[in-house]
């Protein structure tokens, strides 16, 4: 396994924590920097077949004001569409010549079901659910598979305080339940926990106002933030 991000330091904690576990500097907002790592990864490890584009940034954004959200949608942008593009067209070659590959992107619930405070955001994971269809049709005739991850609020530090919102799925439960389905159902296209499947088919079961309403009023954390 090897593990990119920006942070020498946490990865070198990583390393130091997990015996056999490879490290890349990689900062995914540089094309630059995704183009020296992907060199560098597929030199070192020419039997590589599996690529993980997670990276991913959320903001909380008043749009009543462009001076206030612009910075922030584009950095949110920048981050989480154009940094998967650019792993993946680093990668994509190199993965088609392996005999048996898969991409795996990381969307959000919040690609189906908005979340008012964080509108850059839930477009930002919409695009990516909707590149990881479109790849799969391209890639259908290859030897590379694509899966995209759903991951529903989970217990992170991807906005302060929701590593303690008891609202969020404690991470280690989430793991727990994605391994699970990827074990047990390797060919699944969607990787879907169960508590992210309120916010994915609000619109097929045709209760898609309702689900909106109630995920839009469970998170008062992060609308006092917004005012």
Same mark, same amino acid.
């Given at each position: 396994?090897?593990?990119?991000?920006?942070?020498?330091?946490? *990865?070198?904690?990583?390393?130091?924590?997990?015996?056999?576990?490879?490290?890349?500097?990689?900062?995914?907002?540089?094309?630059?920097?995704?183009?020296?790592?992907?060199?560098?990864?597929?030199?070192?490890?020419?039997?590589?077949? %599996?690529?993980?584009?997670?990276?991913?940034?959320?903001?909380?954004?008043?749009?009543?004001?462009?001076?206030?959200? *612009?910075?922030?949608?584009?950095?949110?942008?920048?981050?989480?569409?154009?940094?998967?593009?650019?792993?993946?067209?680093?990668?994509?070659?190199?993965?088609?010549?392996?005999?048996?590959?898969?991409?795996?992107?990381?969307?959000?619930?919040?690609?189906?079901?908005?979340?008012?405070?964080?509108?850059?955001?839930?477009?930002?994971?919409?695009?990516?659910?909707? *590149?990881?269809?479109?790849?799969?049709? +391209?890639?259908?005739?290859?030897?590379?598979?694509?899966?995209?991850?759903?991951?529903?609020? =989970?217990?992170?530090?991807?906005?302060?305080? +929701?590593?303690?919102?008891?609202?969020?799925?404690?991470?280690?439960?989430?793991?727990?339940?994605?391994?699970?389905?990827?074990?047990?159902?390797?060919? =699944?296209?969607?990787?879907?926990?169960?508590?992210?499947?309120?916010?994915?088919?609000?619109?097929?079961?045709?209760?898609?106002?309702? %689900?909106?309403?109630?995920?839009?009023?469970?998170?008062?954390? %992060?609308?006092?933030?917004?005012?």
């Amino acid at each position: 396994m090897i593990v990119g991000g920006r942070r020498t330091e946490l *990865l070198e904690r990583i390393a130091a924590e997990h015996p056999g576990v490879e490290t890349v500097r990689i900062d995914t907002t540089e094309a630059g920097s995704i183009e020296a790592a992907a060199k560098d990864v597929i030199a070192r490890f020419p039997d590589l077949n %599996v690529l993980i584009t997670m990276a991913g940034i959320m903001r909380v954004e008043d749009w009543h004001r462009p001076e206030t959200f *612009l910075e922030s949608a584009e950095h949110v942008v920048t981050t989480n569409v154009l940094g998967p593009i650019r792993l993946i067209a680093a990668f994509v070659e190199h993965l088609r010549a392996r005999l048996d590959a898969t991409i795996m992107t990381v969307s959000s619930g919040l690609a189906f079901t908005p979340l008012a405070a964080t509108p850059s955001y839930n477009a930002s994971k919409a695009a990516i659910h909707m *590149l990881s269809e479109s790849l799969r049709l +391209q890639l259908s005739g290859s030897s590379v598979r694509v899966a995209e991850l759903e991951p529903p609020s =989970v217990r992170t530090d991807l906005l302060p305080g +929701q590593a303690d919102n008891d609202a969020a799925m404690p991470l280690d439960e989430f793991i727990a339940e994605v391994m699970s389905i990827i074990e047990t159902r390797p060919d =699944v296209r969607e990787i879907q926990v169960e508590r992210v499947k309120f916010l994915r088919y609000g619109e097929a079961r045709g209760d898609y106002d309702e %689900v909106v309403s109630t995920l839009n009023a469970a998170d008062p954390m %992060v609308h006092r933030r917004v005012r």
